[in-house]
């Protein structure tokens, strides 16, 4: 619901803040006053086209604020929380619009800068306008499904999901044939490859652990000589170790002649372990890089083969095996021939047969929707002095290459103003007054679904009076006990039936001219419905008349 709205410096209003409340307000003055000026500020806040020309003369910007309260299910909470935007329990929805005069502008949602498209995408939840010359909602095919489905109370999330379950399934149908038919091609060289690589049977880390062994044993090989001399001088009876042993035994029988013996024996027992342990070492490194040349020759060739054929299919070795399989499983899908297609032809059947199965009830659901729609609007047109008109909700299938989430129904309103006279779309009506009573006729039966939210009628009861004026007047008041309704009426019926009235009127300072607007009291209201009856002069009789209309809404 509209809370307030705040302009300042928009075209010929320099400072102004309205506050709104539920059920029906009237905004009434002279023609020129500015109320189309009201509605321009509140569309710049709605997130609509910026024009430069709505900035007031020698200001620099033109600034329109609208606070809304939203209930927790309205459909801005969740635009709102998808764009990080989301509002406490019980806070304001509070967005902004700044107007340059060179015609740049900016977008505010509670103090956050957004884009206008963004707002835009905000406000169109937030408020409907309505008036005869509208040309989107009501009147704009495109938007009578969703409508039809509202009044319904028609899902169609479920046959969504049947949709893309659908499209799934025959993408999924059309990539496989592609994929046969392109490997179907290449048949010969993928059991070529496949015989290849399986036959070679690469391991999984194979290629690194070959590679290490063949450094292992080419390292071995260089090594050997320089091992052997090493070894040859400790070895033998004429070694460095047998030297060192023959000289401990020699020493030792003579240590115990002097205490230096003895140390230097105990030195040389020592030169004897380290040297052992040298030898053992020796030895152990000679096994452990002692190598077969003939394993070394097999190791290489194993090596270079899986190489060789990594280079071949420009891949990592380690990446031969996935390869394998990949190639193995291509191959087999080729060799399973129509099995595979097959099934996913069954699949795609299936999901089909599900969607068309939801996609019937969906329609049947939609024409006794319309059967009641129109039947409620029906019963609107002869108080709105429409009695030779007839309105109808066409629901017609689609042809297949249109189908879609929504299901595979076109629905339109149309209707016919004359006995005998064809059905035709609403927006082909010659009369404006006609069109506005529809428009009327037909929101007053879709509200009685519920479901609305801020509603405007800008001079929809133009071009009528009397009996007619008041029924327009009783039916807005009828869509104003489940929504909010503003209304911009030159006509008094319609007027005595809202619970807030204001008065646009423009006031002239010397050269400069401002609008204003003023919510009336009861004894203003009732003057101001007395000058919309008589006109310029307010005769007595005007206010009694207006007194009457006011006491009988």
């Given at each position: 619901?509209?809370?307030?709205?705040?302009?300042?410096?928009?075209?010929?209003?320099?400072a102004l803040e309205l506050e709104f409340g539920a059920g029906l307000g009237a905004l009434t003055g002279e023609t020129g006053a500015g109320k189309s000026i009201l509605l321009d500020a509140l569309g710049l806040a709605l997130g609509q086209r910026a024009d430069s020309g709505l900035v007031r003369n020698g200001a620099a910007q033109a600034v329109v604020s609208a606070s809304f309260e939203l209930a927790s299910d309205h459909p801005a909470q969740a635009i709102l929380v998808e764009n990080g935007l989301d509002i406490a329990p019980g806070e304001l929805l509070v967005i902004r619009r700044q107007l340059k005069a060179d015609g740049g502008s900016r977008a505010f949602v509670n103090d956050q800068a957004v884009s206008a498209a963004l707002?835009?995408?905000?406000?169109?939840?937030?408020?409907?306008?309505?008036?005869?010359?509208?040309?989107?909602?009501?009147?704009?095919?495109?938007?009578?499904?969703?409508?039809?489905?509202?009044?319904?109370?028609?899902?169609?999330?479920?046959?969504?999901?049947?949709?893309?379950?659908?499209?799934g399934a025959s993408d999924a149908l059309d990539q496989a044939r592609t994929d046969l038919e392109n490997a179907a091609r290449d048949h010969e060289w993928l059991e070529h490859a496949v015989g290849e690589l399986k036959a070679l049977a690469v391991a999984p880390g194979e290629e690194a652990e070959l590679a290490e062994d063949r450094s292992a044993m080419q390292k071995g090989a260089r090594l050997a000589d320089d091992l052997a001399s090493v070894t040859q001088h400790l070895d033998g009876s004429e070694g460095g170790l047998a030297q060192l042993r023959q000289a401990a035994r020699r020493l030792d029988r003579i240590a115990g002649e002097h205490p230096l013996l003895t140390e230097a024996l105990a030195a040389l027992d020592r030169a004897v372990n380290e040297a052992s342990e040298t030898?053992?070492?020796?030895?152990?490194?000679?096994?452990?890089?002692?190598?077969?040349?003939?394993?070394?020759?097999?190791?290489?060739?194993?090596?270079?083969?899986?190489?060789?054929?990594?280079?071949?299919?420009?891949?990592?070795?380690?990446?031969?095996?996935?390869?394998?399989?990949?190639?193995?499983?291509?191959?087999?899908?080729?060799?399973?021939?129509?099995?595979?297609?097959?099934?996913?032809?069954?699949?795609?059947?299936?999901?089909?047969?599900?969607?068309?199965?939801?996609?019937?009830?969906?329609?049947?659901?939609?024409?006794?929707a319309a059967a009641r729609l129109d039947k409620a609007v029906a019963a609107e047109l002869a108080p709105l002095k429409l009695d030779a008109a007839r309105f109808r909700t066409m629901v017609e299938p689609l042809p297949e290459t249109q189908w879609g989430p929504s299901g595979r129904d076109r629905v339109e309103f149309?209707?016919?103003?004359?006995?005998?006279?064809?059905?035709?779309?609403?927006?082909?009506?010659?009369?404006?007054?006609?069109?506005?009573?529809?428009?009327?006729?037909?929101?007053?039966?879709?509200?009685?679904?519920?479901?609305?939210?801020?509603?405007?009628?800008?001079?929809?009861?133009r071009g009528v009076g009397g009996a007619v004026a008041s029924a327009i007047g009783e039916r807005l008041a009828r869509l104003a006990d489940k929504a909010q309704l503003l209304v911009v009426t030159h006509s008094p019926q319609v007027a005595a039936r809202a619970n807030r009235h204001f008065l646009i009127a423009k006031r002239h300072d010397g050269i400069v001219t401002r609008t204003g607007v003023h919510a009336l009291d009861e004894g203003e209201r009732r003057e101001e419905i007395a000058r919309m009856l008589s006109g310029a002069e307010v005769t007595d009789e005007a206010r009694a008349q207006a007194s009457r209309l006011l006491e009988a809404a």
């Open positions: 619901m509209l809370i307030t709205l705040a302009i300042r410096d928009v075209v010929l209003i320099e707002l835009r995408e905000i406000g169109v939840t937030l408020v409907e306008i309505h008036g005869q010359h509208d040309d989107r909602g009501l009147i704009n095919p495109r938007g009578h499904r969703a409508l039809l489905d509202a009044f319904g109370r028609l899902d169609s999330a479920g046959l969504a999901g049947l949709w893309q379950a659908w499209r030898e053992d070492k020796l030895d152990a490194a000679m096994q452990a890089m002692r190598f077969d040349p003939a394993r070394l020759d097999s190791v290489e060739t194993r090596l270079f083969d899986i190489r060789a054929i990594a280079r071949k299919h420009r891949v990592d070795p380690e990446q031969l095996p996935a390869l394998t399989e990949e190639l193995a499983d291509r191959l087999s899908r080729i060799e399973e021939g129509g099995a595979g297609i097959a099934r996913l032809e069954s699949a795609a059947k299936a999901a089909r047969a599900a969607y068309e199965t939801a996609a019937v009830a969906l329609s049947d659901g939609r024409k006794a149309e209707i016919s103003t004359n006995p005998g006279a064809p059905f035709a779309p609403l927006i082909k009506i010659a009369s404006g007054g006609e069109l506005s009573r529809f428009i009327l006729a037909l929101k007053v039966a879709l509200a009685e679904e519920g479901g609305l939210t801020t509603m405007i009628f800008d001079e929809i009861d």
